[in-house]
């Protein structure tokens, strides 16, 4: 071997080491070494082998490096994400609690009144409430209230229909299952734990089971639960409201009710008036709906005529609220007006449909053709306005344009 190799080999062992320490300031001396005409043919081959292997490792490196500045960009983004998030949960929580206010919950009439200032004053009070009423008056609506007017606001709402959930699966619903109880089964927080530190609404809890209602009574004693298939008791905080439309005192004595469990749901109950009893809130209910559906379906109305209105607040309404607000729903689909008229409602409110008092000689109308009906009172709120067309129309509930062109289809 000459001399030189020795020097070269050394050269190539000094080069290798100062990279393998992460130094890469001899890197260029490997092209000098692989140059074949200076350097043995040995050293040349192994200096080019490791300057592959170094190009590769810088190759790693280099993706390694995009891959960092990947994730970090993925990390601040999900960080801008969460804290956006944030902010919206909150915004939403507040719009939530104003939207739910007692004060927002539309209702002029004395007991609605009445009703709406004990739901204020019981808002914080740690006791179970009881919902009592008719289908469709709007027991859903009062428990997010109470809950939204709570300083448990800021904690979760949860509701459940008791006689929507099969008698089989209602438990594991109510305080959740542990995994492997039957075959394919998944562990799942029941909905006493998800509210936990909120509220609980159960709503038609007179169609619970009995065997049900017993676990339901030892909850709200204890303030324990247990998954169905598990051993560990579970602490929670969460507050009960119950909902009915049916007579709990009555099913007590039929045997179809626990009693205990009734005493210790009525600490505290509401009784909401059915919307026939408050007739002075359907204007404002009626009102309340058109403005959404309006929006909802995409429709121009203005509003109902007096014959359309007085007709509404005529019916007794059996499905309360929830009827009148898929019967608002449904004129303004069917209108092809700017106003709703008798015509456009269900033909069940034909009987209800009555003309409307008007300060006239005779007291009130006669039935009459709807088209003269129209006539007769643009007239009369020309004649109360002087004529004025913009209060003729404010008076009748339409735009001025749809009073226009009212009185060029009449030839007024």
Partial sequence: MPATEPTVFTHLLAVCDSIAQGSY???RDLYQLTQTETTPAIVSELAEAFGLMLVKLEAREFHLEQIIEELTATRDKLEQARALLAKENTSLKRDLQNK?????????????????KQLERVADAPVTVLLAGETGVGKDL???????????????????NCSAIPETL?????????????????????????ADGGTLFLDEIG??????????????????????????TITINTRLIAATHKDLQAM?????????????????????????????????????????????????????????????????WPGNVRQLENEVARAVVLSQNETIGISDLSPKFAPAARTTQEPTAAGIFELMPLR??????????????????SEAARILGISREGLRKKLNRYKL
């Fill in 372 to 389: 003269n009906a129209e006539i007769q009172l643009i007239r009369m709120a020309l004649k109360k306005s002087n004529n004025n067309k």
């Fill in 252 to 316: 007590v004595k039929e045997g179809t009710f626990r009693e205990d469990l009734f005493y210790r749901l009525n600490v505290l109950q509401l009784e909401i008036p059915p919307l026939r009893e408050r007739p002075d809130d359907i204007p404002l209910l009626v009102k309340h709906f058109l403005e959404t559906s309006v929006v909802q379906i995409g429709r121009e109305i203005r509003g109902f005529s007096p014959e359309a209105m007085h007709a509404l607040t005529q019916y007794d």
């Fill in 100 to 116: 739910y206010a007692a004060v927002n919950i539309i209702g002029s009439n004395s007991k609605m009144q009445s009703l709406l």
């Fill in 142 to 160: 009062l428990a997010k209230t109470l809950h939204y007017s709570s300083t448990r606001a800021s904690h979760p709402y949860v509701a459940l």
């Fill in 170 to 194: 209602l438990e594991s619903e109510l305080f959740g299952i542990e995994k492997g109880v039957a075959s394919g089964v998944s562990a799942r927080v029941g909905r006493f734990e998800q």
């Fill in 207 to 232: 169609d619970m089971p009995l065997a049900s209602q017993a676990k339901i009574l030892r909850v709200i004693e204890n303030g324990e639960v247990e998954r169905v298939g598990g051993r560990d």
């Fill in 25 to 27: 300031d001899q890197a």
